[in-house]
């Protein structure tokens, strides 16, 4: 079996920064797709931004130019840089992993708070 862990979520003031890092353990053989999503509430859950195991990217259209994401396959990490923060990107932000071997896994995920 694998396992992801999210760290890094809290509470910033709007305009700051803050970097998400999400790592897989356990029984990994290969990792696809790697992404992020968020959920606020009373909304569904959204993607925020996807990353394939050679790079390519892609981003949702409300976070673009503000947030990269990045993986580090040694580390088997994948992780969110998120600078010039809104308060309307308040949300519990969930990691997701493809794996070759298990499918798809989600996070436990972390909550992102940002102030007025």
């Known amino acids: 079996q694998v396992q992801l862990v999210e760290s890094g979520g809290g509470l910033v003031q709007a305009g700051g920064s803050l970097r998400l890092s999400c790592t897989a353990s356990g029984s990994i053989l290969s990792i696809n797709a790697m992404g992020w999503y968020r959920q606020a509430p009373g909304k569904q859950r959204e993607l925020v931004a996807a990353?394939?195991?050679?790079?390519?990217?892609a981003y949702a259209d409300s976070v673009k130019g503000r947030f990269t994401i990045s993986r580090d396959n040694a580390k088997n990490t994948v992780y969110l840089q998120m600078n010039s923060l809104k308060p309307e990107d308040t949300a519990v932000y969930y990691c997701n992993a493809n794996f070759l071997r298990w499918g798809p896994h989600w996070g436990q995920g972390t909550q992102v708070t940002v102030s007025s």
């Open positions: 990353i394939t195991s050679i790079g390519s990217t």
